[in-house]
C-alpha cells in the first residue's frame, strides 16, 4: 500500500479528536479502577495481593502483548483493529458484571479490557501519525491526554454509578459507553494512495509468477489432451473399429509420454519451491540472529541498560498508588464526608499537567532530559516514602496530586529513549522498554498487597515501593554520570543521532 505524504492537518484533526475520546473511552475504567477494587475486596473477601491483580492485568497485559499489537495493527489497519478492539474492551466490561469470582475477572477484565485497551493504544497512535509529521509531537500530545482525563473523570463517575445501580450496573453502563469506541474508530479512515491497486490484486502479484504460469500451463495441457483424444477415438470407431482399438493403444501410449513429461516438470517445480522455501527459513533465521544481536548491543549500552532497570523498578513502585490509594484512605479511617474529591480523580488531571510541563521542559535545550527523568524518578520516590506519615485526607490528597504529576515524566519516556539509542534504534529499544514497564504495571499492585496481607498495614508495602523507585533512579543517574564518557568513546562508537549525556545539559 503507497502512503501520500502526511497532511499535517485537514481529516488529521478529526483523527486527533476520536483518538482522544478512543483512549478516554477505553483508559477511563482500567486506569480508575482502585473504585472498583473497593467493591471487588468487599464483594468476593479475597487477599488484597489476589485482587489487585485485577487492575495490573488490565493496565500491563497491553504493554505486554505490544509486539501482538502493533503486527494485528499493521497487518489488518487501524480501522478495523479499532472497531474490533472496541466490541473486546465492551463485552468484557459487560462480562466482568456477571463475575461469579476473582478468577472469572483475571480473565474479563484484566485479559479482555487490557488486550483491548492495549490494541487501541497502538490503533490510535499509528493513524496519528500517518497523518502527521510537522505537528506529530502535538497531535500525539493531544491524544496521550485523553487516558488522564478518562481517570479524571471515570473515578467519580464509577463512584457514583455505584451508590446508585451497585457494582453489576455500574460496570454494564461503562461497558456502554465503551461501545460508542465503534463510532470512533470507524471514523479512523486509512490514509493511502488514490491510485494503489485493490488489495485483491496487490495479494496476487505478490504470488510469484512462475506458480501461475505451471499451474496454467497444466490446465491447458489437460484441457488439450482430453479434447483430441475424445475426438480422434470418437473419429476412429465410427469408421474402423480395429483401427479404433489401436489407436486407442497408440494414445495411451503417447499420453502415458506426456504424462511422464508432466510428472518430470511436476517434479523440478517441487524441488524449486523447496528451496524457495528454505532460503526463506534461511533468511527468516538471519533476520532472528540480526535481531538479537541488536539486543544484545542495546544492552552494552550502560545508559540503556540502566534505564531498563529504571523503568522496570518505576513501575512496580509508582504504578500502585493510583490503584491503592482510595483503599490506603479506608484504612487511615478518613471518613467519607471529608472526601472532596476521589484520589484517584486527583491522580488523574495532575498526570494531565504533568505530561504537558513536562514535555513543554524537555523542548529547551538548555534542559536535559535524562537528568530530568531521574529527579522524577527520586522525587517519586520521596513521595512514596511519605505516604505512611499520611493520616488525614489533605495530606493524601497533596501526594496524590505529586505523584500524579512526576507520573507524567511518561510524556518525555520517548525523549529519553530516542536521546540514548538513537533514532535508528527508537522502534526496537522502546519496545523492549515498554514490554519490561507493562511487567512493572502487572506486578506491582499485588506485590504491594501481598505486603498488606502479610503485615496489615500499608507502612511497609509503600517503603518498598519508594526503595525500588529510588533503586532505579541512582541507577540511571550513576549510569548517566559523565565519567562513563571516556570509557564509552574507548570501547565504541555511539551511533550518529545518540544524545551524549554531559555535565553541559546544553551539549
Not at 495493527?73 to 456477571?98: D, E, K, N, T, Y
Not at 548517566?480 to 543521532?497: D, E, F, G, I, V
Request: net charge neutral.
Amino acid at each position: 500500500m503507497v502512503f501520500r505524504k502526511p497532511p499535517d492537518g485537514g481529516w488529521g484533526w478529526v483523527i486527533v479528536v476520536v483518538s482522544f475520546f478512543t483512549q478516554f473511552l477505553c483508559y477511563g475504567s482500567p486506569l480508575a479502577v482502585g473504585v472498583l477494587y473497593l467493591e471487588w475486596l468487599d464483594a468476593f473477601g479475597e487477599g488484597k495481593g489476589k485482587t489487585a491483580w485485577v487492575g495490573s492485568l488490565a493496565n500491563g497485559i497491553g504493554l505486554l502483548a505490544s509486539p501482538v499489537c502493533s503486527i494485528c495493527v499493521s497487518s489488518f489497519g487501524a480501522r478495523p483493529v479499532a472497531i474490533f478492539s472496541g466490541f473486546m474492551v465492551a463485552g468484557g466490561l459487560m462480562m466482568s458484571s456477571f463475575a461469579p469470582n476473582i478468577y472469572f475477572l483475571y480473565v474479563s477484565y484484566g485479559i479482555v479490557v487490557g488486550l483491548g485497551c492495549g490494541l487501541l493504544y497502538t490503533a490510535t497512535v499509528t493513524i496519528t501519525c500517518q497523518y502527521f509529521d510537522k505537528h506529530r509531537g502535538l497531535a500525539l500530545g493531544l491524544i496521550s491526554t485523553g487516558s488522564s482525563v478518562g481517570l479524571f473523570i471515570y473515578a467519580a463517575l464509577q463512584r457514583e454509578l455505584i451508590e446508585l445501580y451497585g457494582l453489576d450496573g455500574c460496570l454494564l453502563i461503562v461497558g456502554a459507553l465503551s461501545l460508542n469506541i465503534l463510532a470512533c474508530g470507524s471514523l479512523m479512515r486509512p490514509l493511502q494512495s488514490s491510485s494503489s491497486p485493490p488489495p485483491e490484486k496487490m495479494c496476487v502479484e505478490k504470488v510469484p509468477d512462475q506458480y501461475f504460469v505451471y499451474h496454467e500451463k497444466e490446465k491447458a495441457v489437460e484441457e488439450n489432451i482430453s479434447i483430441l483424444e475424445k475426438g480422434y477415438i470418437d473419429e476412429k470407431c465410427v469408421n474402423n473399429v480395429p483401427d479404433c482399438k489401436q489407436d486407442s493403444i497408440l494414445n495411451k501410449n503417447v499420453l502415458s509420454s506426456i504424462n511422464i513429461n508432466e510428472k518430470d516438470t511436476y517434479k523440478k517445480k517441487v524441488v524449486e519451491q523447496t528451496n524457495f522455501c528454505k532460503q526463506l527459513a534461511k533468511r527468516k533465521w538471519q533476520l532472528y540472529l540480526t535481531y538479537w544481536k541488536e539486543t544484545m548491543v542495546l544492552f552494552k549500552n550502560k545508559v540503556f541498560s540502566a534505564l531498563f532497570v529504571a523503568i522496570l523498578l518505576f513501575d512496580i513502585g509508582g504504578f500502585p498508588p493510583s490503584l491503592l490509594m482510595e483503599d490506603v484512605a479506608r484504612s487511615a479511617n478518613i471518613s467519607e464526608d471529608d472526601y472532596y474529591m476521589p484520589l484517584i480523580s486527583i491522580i488523574g488531571i495532575m498526570t494531565t499537567v504533568g505530561k504537558l510541563i513536562l514535555g513543554i521542559l524537555a523542548d529547551f535545550k538548555w534542559v536535559n532530559t535524562l537528568y530530568l527523568y531521574v529527579t522524577t524518578l527520586l522525587m517519586t520516590g520521596v513521595a512514596l516514602f511519605a505516604i505512611p506519615f499520611a493520616k488525614s485526607y489533605l495530606t493524601l490528597a497533596m501526594l496524590s496530586g505529586i505523584l500524579g504529576f512526576l507520573t507524567g515524566n511518561w510524556s518525555i519516556f520517548p525523549y529519553v529513549t530516542t536521546k540514548t539509542v538513537g533514532i535508528e534504534k527508537l522502534t526496537h529499544a522502546y519496545g523492549i522498554l515498554m514490554f519490561f514497564a507493562g511487567l512493572g504495571n502487572s506486578l506491582g499492585p499485588p506485590i504491594v498487597g501481598w505486603f498488606y496481607d502479610w503485615t496489615q498495614e500499608y507502612d511497609t508495602a509503600f517503603y518498598f515501593s519508594g526503595f525500588c523507585v529510588l533503586l532505579g533512579g541512582f541507577l540511571l543517574l550513576l549510569a548517566a554520570l559523565p565519567c562513563w564518557n571516556a570509557c564509552t568513546n574507548q570501547s565504541s562508537k555511539l551511533p550518529p543521532n545518540t544524545y551524549s549525556y554531559k555535565v553541559a545539559s546544553n551539549a
